[in-house]
């Protein structure tokens, strides 16, 4: 399956969305949303126990609530109720973006008390829909006509809580693996990490386990929230963006030493999960 390539904002922006008796009875809504890249934002206080935050970061940042810091990676998925100040932090030498939605509703609360977890942090996969999600409500006209954009929010929110109600069940499915499937889904990442470089395909990834490929694939996802495929894919992206920002490494030398075939395999790859040519994300970082 081809996804398509997702088109951030040109610019960063804030909104606050007007209000009335209509667009309250609403079961969802949104009161802000914006694009950023703060150094430090904060939102919450303890009289806004109605609003939600919903924030994914494309950057790596720390997160405090009730005086608990957080690690937050990109691709995170922050969700809290607002009843307490929230704080986001993000290293002076590293700033980058972020998007953020603050939604109520009638239902608002019921649905996030499906979703709620400790840490309020969720490692979204980058090929779900969830940016996707986030980027469609960005792009609402909250101005004009705003009963229909909100009703048109709503449908999304409603998405987005879905597909982090599922995110959650493949966390509660996962702590309920059995200690030798937890331990072989461990020992095959730890395979994928010392062999990424070399021809590494998925009946090898099984034997390491002594699982039957069919088996140990339907774990694996259900563990991690992806195939061994995109995990290895993922991986190997990973490992190319450090040499394409610390190395002088041709493009396809970086490919070849991160286990891609060709370039052009590699290259496709790239795009697709980070949105930019390997070309591109070196010039950038």
């Known amino acids: 399956m081809i996804l398509p390539k997702r088109t951030l904002p040109s610019h960063h922006s804030h909104l606050s969305s007007r209000m009335d008796h209509q667009i309250e009875s609403l079961p969802f809504y949104i009161k802000e949303a914006g694009y950023l ?33 957080n690690a937050v ?13 929230l704080t986001f932090v993000q290293p002076r030498s590293h700033i980058q973006d972020f998007i953020y939605v603050t939604i109520g509703g009638t239902h608002a609360q019921l649905f996030y008390n499906f ?20 980027l469609a409500l960005l ?5 004009n006509r705003p009963l229909l954009a909100q009703m048109e929010a709503g449908s999304l929110i409603h998405q987005l809580l879905l597909d982090l109600y599922k995110l959650s069940l493949n966390i509660l499915e996962a702590k309920s693996m059995t200690p030798v499937q937890d331990t072989a889904v461990n020992t095959a990442i730890k395979f994928i990490h010392e062999n990424y470089a070399g021809n590494l395909d998925i009946d090898t990834i099984c034997g390491s386990v002594s699982f039957s490929k069919y088996y140990f694939c339907k774990l694996f996802k259900e563990h991690m929230g992806m195939t061994v495929h995109q995990y290895v894919t993922e991986y190997r992206i990973n490992k190319s963006k450090e040499l394409l920002s610390y190395s002088k490494l041709s493009i396809a030398a970086i490919a070849g030493s991160v286990g891609f075939k060709n370039a052009l395999t590699y290259t496709r790859c ?4 980070q949105h930019m040519t390997p070309s591109q994300y070196r010039e950038y970082y």
């Not at 709620?116 to 779900?128: E, M």
């Not at 790239?270 to 999960?273: H, I, P, S, T």
């Open 37 to 69: 890249n703060d150094r430090k934002f904060m939102r919450g206080n303890r009289n806004n126990y109605s609003d939600y935050l919903f924030l994914y970061s494309l950057t790596s940042m720390s997160f405090t609530k009730n005086k608990e810091r």
């Open 73 to 85: 990676n990109p691709h995170d998925v922050v969700v809290s109720a607002c009843n307490t100040p």
């Open 115 to 134: 979703i709620r977890k400790n840490n309020c942090i969720y490692h979204a996969n980058q090929l779900s829909s969830i940016l996707d999600h986030f």
């Open 139 to 143: 792009a609402i006209d909250y101005d």
């Open 270 to 273: 790239f795009e697709k999960l």
